[in-house]
T-cell receptor
Framework: LAKTTQPISMDSYEGQEVNITCSHN???????ITWYQQFPSQGPRFIIQ???TKVTNEVASLFIPADRKSSTLSLPRVSLSDTAVYYC????????????FGTGTKLQVIP | DTEVTQTPKHLVMGMTNKKSLKCEQH?????MYWYKQKAKKPPELMFV???????INESVPSRFSPECPNSSLLNLHLHALQPEDSALYLC???????????FGNGTRLTVT
């Protein structure tokens, strides 16, 4: 099971782009990288998922280098409502295996 | 709103009580997960059901007893819990393709 490492916390001003990096050195061939956002007392909410290179959706971009040992979640022009914990997960696509969370990154957006 | 519904939203129980948490999804997902989350900590995996069969038990104490009566429903039966079992209990489901987990908003459990 690939272990993930993220910064414990980050601060950003409103309107700035935020990049959160995740390290996953022992990622396996069948693993995808998935990011979730969680607000207090709510379930984690899916943000974006990718296998390699770059993936973009309406809320974020995910950059994955060729060796796939790290990934970067990019949130464009954050607002106060983006204050949350962001989790990077490495998820196997083979069967229904364990899906475990790392420590996550607490993002605080400052006005 | 989420597509995974957990009830009740809040539960207070004594250490001698028996209660159950319920999780429902109608998306046709065939894997369902229970997680426990303490304050300011990440969710911890407890159980995984795959095609209504228990496939993963993360050495959870027997006072937590999961049940999957059908593909849409997942229960967590609670008995003789301890105050340290107070936490947010999250349920998630996953489709058979590469799609990610869908989480409910959890049941906030307080054991007194």
């Amino acid at each position: 099971l690939a272990k993930t490492t993220q910064p414990i916390s980050m601060d950003s001003y409103e309107g700035q782009e935020v990049n959160i990096t995740c390290s996953h050195n022992n990622i396996a061939t069948n693993d995808y990288i998935t990011w979730y956002q969680q607000f207090p007392s709510q379930g984690p909410r899916f943000i974006i998922q990718g296998y390699k290179t770059k993936v973009t959706n309406e809320v974020a971009s995910l950059f994955i280098p060729a060796d796939r040992k790290s990934s970067t979640l990019s949130l464009p022009r954050v607002s106060l409502s983006d204050t949350a914990v962001y989790y990077c997960l490495v998820v196997s696509q083979v069967g229904y295996q364990k899906v475990t969370f790392g420590t996550g990154t607490k993002l605080q957006v400052i006005p | 709103d989420t597509e995974v519904t957990q009830t009740p939203k809040h539960l207070v129980m004594g250490m001698t009580n028996k209660k159950s948490l319920k999780c429902e999804q109608h998306m046709g997902h065939r894997a369902m997960y229970w997680y426990k989350q303490k304050a300011k900590k990440p969710p911890e995996l407890m159980f995984v059901y795959s095609y209504e069969k228990l496939s993963i038990n993360e050495s959870v104490p027997s006072r937590f007893s999961p049940e999957c009566p059908n593909s849409s429903l997942l229960n967590l039966h609670l008995h003789a819990l301890q105050p340290e079992d107070s936490a947010l209990y999250l349920c998630a489901s996953r489709p058979p393709d590469n799609s990610p987990l869908h989480f409910g908003n959890g049941t906030r459990l307080t054991v007194t």
